[in-house]
Antibody
Framework: QVQLQLWGAGLLKPSETLSLTCAVS????????WTWIRQSPGRGLEWIGE???????NYNPSLKSRLTISLDTTKNQFSLNLSSVTAADTAVYFC???????????WGQGTLVTVSS | DIQMTQSPSSVSASVGDRVTITCRAS??????LAWYQHKPGKAPKLLIF???SLESGVPSRFSGSGSGTEFTLTISSLQPEDFATYYC?????????FGQGTKLEIK
């Protein structure tokens, strides 16, 4: 059974770069898109972007200028980097697998990232 | 972006009740619609994909219907573990978008 576990810094100052990593275990890393999603009180659930095992990525246009999603196939991990963060980037961040019919499952447990001076 | 609008935003119901949640898309999305259940502090859980297909392991009291722009999630007989927030999500086109959520509370 596929499981996702994510980690990264939970407290950032404005203008810093948010970095999170998600490790995939228990299933195939290839053949799927691996996705980042965030949830905040103001924006609800927001799709951030995705990457597949060959490195092909798709980003939310609202974040594209600040966003990099990368992967390490040797470790079955993928990462999120979001630069120049502001308080508006404060959210719970999730990683998830996108699969059949462009739905998401399973999801990682989520991690709170707070941006505050 | 495709806007997803859920109604109601919240609903109070009792164990054993039948509950229906509606999700409307701002443009047609065929059957590219999923439903999730989310409990505080936990990962969202996929319930329904392709508008009406039940994810493996999800109880049969959950069902989905609809196509185009209007969709419904129905819980036929509420159980105590079903009290949570439910979200719809469109997978028709980028960027993928979610509804604002429907909080299902105990009456």
């Amino acid at each position: 059974q596929v499981q996702l576990q994510l980690w990264g810094a939970g407290l950032l100052k404005p203008s810093e770069t948010l970095s999170l990593t998600c490790a995939v275990s228990g299933g195939s890393f290839s053949g799927h898109y691996w996705t980042w999603i965030r949830q905040s009180p103001g924006r609800g659930l927001e799709w951030i972007g995705e990457i597949n095992h060959s490195g092909s990525s798709n980003y939310n246009p609202s974040l594209k200028s600040r966003l990099t999603i990368s992967l390490d196939t040797t470790k079955n991990q993928f990462s999120l980097n979001l630069s120049s963060v502001t308080a508006a980037d404060t959210a719970v961040y999730f990683c998830a697998r996108r699969f059949f019919h462009s739905c998401f499952g399973p999801w990682g447990q989520g991690t709170l990232v707070t941006v505050s001076s | 972006d495709i806007q997803m609008t859920q109604s109601p935003s919240s609903v109070s119901a009792s164990v054993g009740d039948r509950v229906t949640i509606t999700c409307r898309a701002s443009q047609g999305i065929a059957s590219w619609l999923a439903w999730y259940q989310h409990k505080p502090g936990k990962a969202p859980k996929l319930l329904i994909f392709a508008a009406s297909s039940l994810e493996s392991g999800v109880p049969s009291r959950f069902s989905g219907s609809g196509s185009g722009t209007e969709f419904t999630l129905t819980i036929s007989s509420l159980q105590p573990e079903d009290f949570a927030t439910y979200y719809c999500q469109q997978g028709n086109s980028y960027p993928y978008t979610f509804g604002q959520g429907t909080k299902l509370e105990i009456k």
